[in-house]
């Protein structure tokens, strides 16, 4: 097949592309089929092409790539037509939809999106409900491709792919409800009209969904509509699996649609009294074992609680209040299937907030029973099968189902309260498990694992069940099962407060956890319980600290998983932190030793056999040691692991050596070296000169982004140092070439935003640590021409990082923090900004309106706020010269922005006294181009 650049493709040619991407046995034949309609798509011959294809209606593939292709321009390209085209293309448009309206749905539902984001976009088409219900609302074979249409125009309202603004959405919106009872009007004739008729019946409220959750319906006239009668009876009758979904999601629409209850009364109260109702059917559901009605019927019981949530909290029992919503919820928690209760899981937690803030205890007496029995239901749903064997998993859906019942319980335990919920409840339980053996083993493990859940938030001070609980855990026989074992142990893992402060219990759990660790099954949960102990009991840890070296050095010998091995080498490496100055350079060496020999195995066996093996494992285990080994060093005094660092230093350079064109393994001989400066701060400054020239010197053939990152921790580190400020500047700039080069290749910061990320994280602790040696520097001007360039990126992190430097940098020139060099900080920054500041404040306004989501614009508003800090007149005329830039028209002829919004903007941001009032302004102005 030839490439666009030929000119427009052939129909038989486009044919030929359609039919070997659906029909081509071989892969290779399908991906290229893709890849050249794809190209097509993005043509301008596709407008033509796509409109001739439906017109010649040669077959259901071609058809459906046509309407497809028409969407797709209509929703990214619209601005490649002229306005004088625009009244065809939607006379073609509604011309294709009736023509090929049996031929296939999914054309049909392409079709009416085009036909939607057109209406949308084409200022020029007035009142376009009005003139579709006109042209096709007494043709009953034209009905479903019009309901069709109806129905996917208000979802397009808020759609993120046409970019129409707030002005054109604002006129729409209103359009659209001053139409809004014709819609229904129309939906109540075709109800009348299909009787029985199922297909149609969906497609209604699937519609009046649609206008649901628009929120354009006049809700007083809805209150005493036909139409709503009927979806509660529908609900009430014996129905199709698809019609109750849509009639579910209909209603689900409605409740959502009056969440401010007290202005929509009428309506509120006809849902309220419908989904009461409905009790009698969910049982009919659970009767017959059918899971997807009950689980619709759980949405709705679940939707009008969070819809009343408010009236339920101020006034419980009374009017709307009313508590029979919850008996609903706690009905659905009874259902043997987990995922019918898990629906409900967002208005527990919800619940529980609200009342956590009212903080009422009488208001707390209420709720408590109904907390109380859905905790319950909870242990019981959390029972594994009797038959499971093994551990429980935790990465199934049901293991994922356990971990989520544990975040609720965790939010909703104090209105039962933690310790009397663990004493009465849990403790009678347990005890008669452990002493008598009665409930099945299955029980036990729920309970405990719903104690693990709660055990964190009891006050471990003065509450002699704890320990109890505890001293049983450690006394269970190894013949229980094994999940019941595995489930103690991590309940062990989350007492370790507990263990804190009764440290006779240390001995007994270590035990009990060493049992664990020599079985493949446990070792893993035992280790992560080791941990935790570690981290919070580390002075009575210290005494055992020989005990955990010898489990460090034989890590292999135990069954762990990589994160449970690293975690007891974070133990230990805390526990170590603890000790004895003077025993810390011995044991830190011990800790490391067994790393360090691993890795010089490895490149010893390496140069002999001329591969290379992955030393990954070794160099993670090195980096948690670092990262949780820091002990208190008072000044003078020289850095315990000082010398354990220069000694390993020569093992680490040779690994990033033999591994420098591998970008993972570079990673991490960076994240091992990150730690271990940090952990020696400036004691490492031996390491300086060698590390800077091995970084650079790699970086210039392999431009790893990790070695922008460790950089930064060197300046950091050394930045304040005066006899290290060139070095680090040298370091920079040897650096920055080959990332300008990288970056400036076509698509460069968009395919590279980690280099982008480490680049600006470098400049800015330069910023931070040693201002002037940078803005002094011949290297700046290159470093703030790629930031407003790369200021469009669309990528968090990287984002985040070139709007902090803008800002600090600029911040530089604000503070006057009483440093001799405040003034030639000032002029240096009014050079820089002289040179680019209308040019920086013209992308931050085009970057907001055009490239970035809504979440960065906080970042953009503080880059704003400092320049104007720094010199307002001068910013007043920039931001006053981006503006005049801005495109006052939509390419469909709305009106983007008037002259008073543009003048009320530039007046809210230049008279504003605090950052937040730039980002409010900011925020509301760029809605009007999004």
Not at 193 to 199: F, L, V
Not at 653 to 662: F, I, P
Not at 838 to 852: A, K, M, P, R
Request: proline share 4%; charged share 20%; with cysteine.
């Amino acid at each position: 097949m030839t490439t666009m650049e030929g000119g427009k493709p052939s129909l038989p040619l486009v044919y030929q592309a359609v039919q070997a991407l659906y029909h081509d046995p071989d892969p290779a034949g399908k991906e290229r089929a893709s890849v050249w309609l794809g190209e097509l798509q993005r043509s301008m011959y596709a407008w033509e092409i796509s409109d001739q294809l439906l017109q010649l209606k040669q077959d259901v593939e071609s058809c459906y790539f046509a309407a497809q292709t028409m969407k797709m321009k209509i929703q990214t390209s619209f601005y490649e037509l002229p306005p004088e085209t625009h009244n065809a293309l939607r006379d073609s448009l509604l011309s294709h939809i009736q023509n090929l309206k049996d031929l296939s749905p999914i054309i049909i539902t392409q079709l009416a999106l085009a036909i939607a984001d057109l209406a949308l976009q084409m200022a020029s088409w007035k009142g376009c409900v009005h003139t579709l219900i006109e042209k096709y609302g007494n043709d009953v074979s034209s009905m479903p491709f019009l309901i069709e249409i109806l129905t996917v125009l208000p979802e397009e309202v808020h759609s993120r792919s046409l970019r129409i603004g707030s002005n054109r959405r604002t006129e729409i919106i209103e359009d659209l409800a001053y139409y809004s009872t014709t819609v229904v009007a129309l939906l109540v004739t075709c109800t009348e009209k299909s009787g029985n008729n199922e297909k149609m019946l969906i497609k209604v409220f699937r519609c009046l969904g649609s206008w649901f959750n628009l929120g354009v319906l006049d809700n007083n006239f809805i209150a005493s509509n036909q139409l709503l009668m009927i979806l509660f009876q529908v609900l009430r009758d014996e129905t199709s699996t698809n019609l109750h979904e849509a009639v579910s999601d209909c209603v689900c629409s409605a409740l959502y649609a009056i969440e401010n209850v007290t202005t929509n009364m009428p309506l509120a109260l006809q849902l309220f009294q419908g989904v009461l109702t409905l009790e009698t059917a969910y049982h009919m559901a659970v009767a017959r074992e059918d899971l997807d009605k009950v689980l619709n019927y759980c949405r709705i019981f679940t939707e009008l609680c969070e819809t009343f949530l408010e009236m339920t909290v101020r006034t419980p029992g009374q009017g709307m209040g009313d508590l029979r919503t919850l008996e609903l919820l706690l009905i659905c928690a009874g259902h043997p299937q987990y995922e019918v209760v898990e629906i409900s899981f967002n208005f527990w937690y919800r619940l529980g907030e609200h009342l956590y803030k009212t903080n009422d205890p009488g208001l707390h007496r209420v709720f408590r029973p109904y907390i109380q029995r859905l905790l319950h239901s909870l242990a019981r749903h959390c029972q594994l099968d009797p038959d499971h064997e093994g551990v429980p998993e935790d990465t199934d859906d049901f293991g994922e189902f356990r971990m989520r019942v544990s975040d609720l319980v965790k939010d909703v335990i104090f209105l039962v309260g933690s310790m009397e919920c663990f004493s009465q409840v849990v403790f009678q339980w347990l005890y008669s498990t452990l002493r008598e053996g009665n409930p099945p083993w299955e029980v036990t493990e729920a309970v405990l694992f719903i104690m693990a859940s709660i055990a964190k938030s009891v006050d471990p001070e003065n509450n002699p069940t704890l320990a109890e609980v505890l001293e049983q855990i450690v006394m269970l026989p190894e013949s229980v099962h094994i999940a019941v074992r595995y489930t103690s142990i991590e309940l062990v893992g989350e007492m370790s407060e507990v263990i804190d402060r009764n440290p006779c219990m240390l001995d007994p759990v270590l035990n009990y956890l060493m049992k664990g660790l020599r079985e493949k099954p446990l070792a893993s949960v035992a280790a992560k319980a080791i941990h935790n102990i570690c981290s919070v009991c580390r002075d009575h840890m210290a005494q055992h600290f020989q005990g955990l070296l010898d489990i460090a050095r034989s890590l292999d010998s135990f069954a762990l998983s990589t994160e449970a091995a690293v975690g007891l080498l974070k133990g230990t490496a805390l526990v170590l932190a603890r000790l004895p100055l003077e025993r810390i350079a011995e044991c830190l060496n011990d800790l490391c030793a067994v790393q360090v020999m691993a890795l010089k195995k490895l490149l010893a066996q390496d140069s002999g056999s001329g591969k290379l093996s992955d030393p990954t494992v070794w160099l993670d285990r090195l980096a948690v040691i670092f990262r949780h080994t820091n002990p208190i060093v008072e000044n003078g005094q020289t850095h315990p692991c000082q010398k354990v660092i220069q000694e390993i230093w020569p093992v680490m350079s040779e690994t990033l050596n033999a591994h420098r064109g591998d970008n993972r393994i570079v990673e991490r001989c960076c994240r091992c070296l990150r730690f271990a400066v940090r952990c020696v701060g400036k004691g490492s400054a031996s390491l300086l000169q060698p590390l800077v020239t091995q970084m650079v010197g790699v970086y210039q053939v392999y431009p790893h982004s990790c070695f922008l990152y460790l950089g930064s921790i060197l300046v950091d580190e050394y930045g304040m140092e005066e006899g290290c400020r060139q070095g680090l500047l040298d370091m920079l700039q040897a650096l920055c070439m080959p990332t300008f080069q990288l970056l400036e290749q076509p698509n460069g910061l968009r395919n590279h935003p980690d280099t982008v990320d480490d680049l600006f994280r470098l400049a800015t602790r330069f910023v931070q640590r040693s201002p002037v040696t940078l803005l002094g520097s011949s290297i700046i001007i290159h470093i703030i021409q790629c930031a407003i360039a790369a200021t469009t990126l669309d990528h968090r992190d990287a984002n985040c990082s070139v709007m902090k430097f803008i800002r600090d940098l600029i911040h530089t020139g604000v503070t006057n923090d009483h440093e001799d060099d405040f003034e030639l900080r000032k002029r240096l920054i009014g050079q820089a900004m002289e040179q680019h500041g209308q040019q920086l404040v013209t992308q931050l306004i085009n970057t907001c309106c055009f490239c970035l989501p809504p979440y960065t614009l906080p970042d953009v508003a503080e880059v704003l706020w400092e320049i104007m800090v720094f010199d307002r007149p001068t910013f007043c005329r920039w931001l006053e010269a981006a503006l005049k830039g801005l495109p006052k028209e939509t390419a469909g002829g709305a009106i983007s922005v008037t002259h008073k919004q543009l003048t009320d903007f530039h007046k809210q941001v230049t008279s504003a006294e605090e950052c937040k009032q730039v980002c409010w302004a900011i925020r509301e102005f760029t809605r009007l181009y999004r």
